[in-house]
């Protein structure tokens, strides 16, 4: 009873929030993890298939091309976040005029519905009339370039993941505000530049802290590229944006193939923790080392 | 001890209230009656705002003539969200009573065994007469020799065209027999112009979707087919030689005439509105858009516009784009769903929808009366529709042909906004060829698995007769 007490003692907080993760998440993934090994129509009963929608999983090229998709999409989008969030935590940390409106400013995209955010896009990225067509033409650049080449519509998608950074932000004003002033006032006295200091203080002190932020966001990234890639670029052009998510519920709720979708978004899950485990392992070392 | 239920109730009572609201099925919905002894059907239909409001008007008559019944509209904007808030509804086992389903895509659940057999039930009680209505709808809706669902129309694709533009730039508006070749191709031409002189075009000649639904009609004008059997495909068929002129001639509007808009420009604004703001001479689309633009009609910014048949390739052939009213086999209402068919498919029901311009009615009575072909409502030329049944043929409406077309449409857009090969002409169709032996491939696995499904559920009851 006096370990329970502790425990909601520490984490009573959390509480309410794990439960709903629980609830809304959990369960549903639980739920949704035997339907993996069946055939599932959402109309009938499932059937229980064994491996065959795994097996099958593993020879749909499309699979492979979205799996593709994805992590060149995860490629381009974490550290383009990471970084950028990592400038705007450095601008930001310090309290001074106009800081806090700032801070609410990188975090309001976080904030705002997903379906807002992409029509504003679809406006952005308008080959006619959209302000970046306007940019793009004034350099010479085809204004409806990423709605003929795959690449640039991929790399279009890892622009657009970067308007949702408020939450890394806060991360690293946090672990930025927790850096020791005394290092800093040591590094001014021994007449180190901002450069050096960067280099040499805050970016190590901050590393562990970016680097399971890479781990969370390269997770992240297969999920929230769902929208842009639906709404925007639609999975094309030529199946350039079509990406895991997005294949997954085209297969459960476009075709009624939910056993085969859930079979796609198994594998999606054992593919991110995968790159999580990979990640995890570079920090350990990392850590190791530093230690 | 308190420490811990000062946590746990707060929590407990936190998780009750959402389970709470999640239990969406229980109580009253579940048997679709109120405490006040009314009989609730659930309707779920996709629309734009002018066609809501005519399935409103149906709901509301309905109502009126039916006391202690009650239809509970549930809209969906898009036919895709509609299909995917179908799918999650009937996953859920909370599907509606009664649903609109298009003809390409109602074998996905028609195979599936999820629809009641509306046409059976609804002849045997008396409230349905096949003869009443048009054959193409009819048959389009035809699973296993058995009329599933009730076409609640019978539209096809037809070019709508803007009477200002014609008249403006001179060109002779279209004739009931004109010619692709020949009249279309180049009223488009004339009606493609840059105004300003900056190297745009500010207004095209034609707007075409570059879909199969949309390529289909001309592929059928060459002589070429889409499968090899329409009703138990194998093979996609476009890589044939009549198919491929079809599918060349259309790739002309693009390639060599310019006559229709470009990738940028369809992607930054869709045909549809680029025809109701003027700056599309034609377009191809089918009956649904007279309500849309009728709907322009009345806020003020109408068009002169008329619509016109097809123009004839070698063969005179429209394509079919019937929708119709099914009901889950579930239905947790059933006589009062088939009591609301009934009235939305009798006259006034379907005179309803026909006034509002989204329908080309299903019943012959209604389409040929005013309510269709109203003189004083657009199009004047409404009988156009109607001349159009008899050469109407339909794609396949098998289980798969919805994801055929998803993945045909894919390549078919990319095929239609690329120039040809380097060092070949539009007109050797070398790009044309490729495309269509990808797409047959693409597909293949699809209808061979699906045609062997289908032979197997053919089987199992004639092995259970035997």
């Known amino acids: 009873m006096r370990r ?133 033409s004034g350099f010479g650049i085809a204004p409806d370039i990423w709605l003929t080449d795959p690449a640039a519509a991929r790399r279009v998608l890892a622009l657009i993941s970067l308007w949702l950074i408020g939450e890394l932000v806060v991360v690293l004003i946090a672990a930025r505000k927790e850096i020791p002033q005394e290092l800093y006032d040591l590094c001014a006295v021994e007449g180190a530049s901002a450069w050096t200091v960067f280099r040499r203080l805050t970016l190590p ?5 970016l680097l399971l932020l890479a781990c969370r966001d390269a997770a992240l990234s297969f999920q929230t590229s769902f929208l842009p890639a639906l709404i925007i670029t639609k999975g094309g052009p030529q199946y350039g944006t079509l990406l895991l998510p997005v294949y997954v519920y085209q297969n459960g709720f476009e075709y009624l193939r939910f056993g085969y979708a859930a079979a796609l978004a198994l594998a999606m899950f054992a593919v991110t923790l995968l790159m999580i485990a990979v990640q995890l392992f570079w920090l350990r070392r990392w850590t190791r080392r530093g230690a | ?79 895709a969200d509609h299909m995917t808030k179908l799918s999650t509804a009937f996953a859920a086992g909370n599907p509606p009573d009664l649903f609109i389903l298009n003809f390409r895509r109602f074998g996905q659940f028609a195979a599936k065994d999820a629809l009641a057999p509306l046409g059976p039930q609804m002849s045997a009680s008396g409230q349905f007469k096949a003869e009443d209505f048009y054959e193409p709808a009819l048959e389009a809706f035809r699973f296993r020799d058995t009329l599933m669902c009730l076409p609640q129309n019978v539209s096809s694709l ?16 279209p004739k009931d027999d004109w010619t692709y070749f020949g009249d279309f191709l180049s009223a488009a031409k004339l009606l493609t112009r840059d105004l300003d002189g900056d190297k745009r075009n500010d207004i095209y000649g034609v707007g075409i979707d570059p879909t199969l639904i949309r390529l289909a009609p001309f592929i059928w004008g060459m002589g070429g087919s889409l499968v090899n059997d329409l009703y138990a495909p194998s093979l996609v068929t476009l890589d044939r030689g ?28 869709n045909n549809d509105s680029r025809f109701a703001r003027g700056a599309l001479g034609m377009l191809l689309q089918s009956r649904r858009y007279t309500a849309t633009l009728r709907e322009l009609e009345g806020q003020g910014k109408g068009l002169d ?82 001349d159009a049944i008899p050469k109407l043929k339909r794609t396949p409406n098998i289980a798969v042909w919805h994801e055929v077309e998803s993945k045909a449409d894919v390549l078919l857009e990319e095929w239609f906004y690329e120039p040809p090969l380097p060092g070949e002409s539009d007109l050797d169709g070398a790009d044309t060829l490729i495309v269509t032996r990808q797409l047959r491939d693409a597909v293949q696995p699809l209808l061979v698995e699906d045609l062997a499904r289908e032979q197997a559920a053919k089987a199992a009851p004639a092995a259970g007769a035997r």
């Open chain 1, 4 to 136: 329970l007490r502790a425990l909601l003692r520490d984490w009573h907080w959390s509480l309410p929030g794990f439960a709903l993760l629980g609830l809304l998440v959990g369960l549903p993934a639980l739920m949704a993890l035997p339907l993996a090994f069946s055939h599932f129509d959402g109309l009938h009963a499932p059937r229980f298939a064994g491996l065959t929608n795994l097996a099958r999983v593993g020879a749909d090229p499309l699979f492979w091309t979205a799996l593709g998709n994805s992590l060149k999409v995860a490629l381009w989008s974490v550290p383009l976040r990471l970084l950028l969030a990592l400038g705007l935590a450095l601008l930001l940390h310090r309290p001074r005029r106009g800081a806090g409106l700032l801070r609410a400013a990188a975090l309001a995209p976080s904030v705002t519905p997903d379906i807002a955010w992409a029509l504003l896009w679809l406006w952005i990225l308008n080959p006619l009339y959209g302000p970046v067509a306007w940019l793009l």
């Open chain 1, 205 to 209: 002190m901050l590393m562990p802290v």
């Open chain 2, 1 to 79: 001890m308190l420490a811990c239920w000062k946590y746990a109730l707060p929590l407990g009572a936190a998780l009750l209230l959402t389970l709470t609201a999640c239990n969406r099925s229980g109580g009253s919905a579940a048997t679709g009656a109120t405490a006040e002894g009314e009989r609730v059907v659930k309707l779920q239909v996709f629309g734009d705002t002018a066609e809501l409001k005519s399935y409103r008007e149906l709901i509301a008559a309905y109502e009126a003539g039916h006391p202690g019944d009650r239809v509970e509209l549930l809209p969906v904007g898009k036919q």
């Open chain 2, 158 to 173: 037809v070019v709508y065209y803007n009477r200002a533009l014609f008249k403006q730039f001179e060109v002779p508006e």
């Open chain 2, 242 to 269: 009549p198919a491929l002129l079809g599918l060349n001639a259309v790739k002309m509007l693009m390639t060599r005439y310019r006559v229709t808009p470009k990738l940028a420009e369809y992607q930054a604004e």
């Open chain 2, 305 to 386: 516009w008329d619509v016109a048949p097809l123009p004839k390739l070698q063969k005179e052939v429209g394509v079919l784009h019937a929708d119709a009213y099914c009901m889950a086999r579930d239905a947790r209402q059933p006589e009062a769903a088939q009591r609301f068919v009934s009235y939305a498919l009798s006259e006034a029901g379907e005179s309803i929808l026909a006034r509002s311009g989204r329908t080309v009615p299903s019943r012959k009575s209604v389409a040929t009366s005013p309510a269709f072909l109203d003189p004083q409502q657009k199009p004047a030329r409404a009988q156009v529709f109607l």
